[in-house]
């Protein structure tokens, strides 16, 4: 059974940071694509960064120089490292594991940046 268990997420000021970790069983995680996406209230779901099998990276415009994504394929986890956070970084984020067709997804871990 696969599972993707989020954690790190919650309440931050404008300009601290946060770490979220994904951690994977169930797959076959070296070959996956693996993704943060978030969700804010009122909003469409978006990619906030993704890793591929090689390590490429992509980031959303929004977060480049801020936020950095990792994986370690031992541990099977994927790192989100959120620094500089703004107010409009404010969603659920979700960890995401995906290969050709296999769409994986976790519950979600809630980040609130506030003063």
């Known amino acids: 059974q696969v599972q993707l268990v989020e954690s790190g997420g919650g309440l931050v000021q404008p300009g601290g940071s946060l770490r979220l970790s994904c951690a994977a069983s169930?797959?076959?995680?070296?070959?996956?694509?693996m993704g943060w996406y978030r969700q804010a209230p009122g909003k469409q779901r978006e990619l906030v960064a993704a890793i591929a099998r090689d390590g490429n990276t992509n980031y959303a415009d929004s977060v480049k120089g801020r936020f950095t994504i990792s994986r370690d394929n031992a541990k099977k986890m994927v790192v989100l490292q959120m620094n500089s956070l703004k107010p409009e970084d404010t969603a659920v984020y979700c960890c995401?594991?995906?290969?050709?067709?296999?769409?994986?997804w976790g519950q979600g871990t809630q980040v609130t940046v506030t003063s």
């Open positions: 995401n594991a995906r290969l050709i067709s296999n769409d994986c």
């Open positions: 169930g797959i076959s995680f070296s070959f996956y694509v």
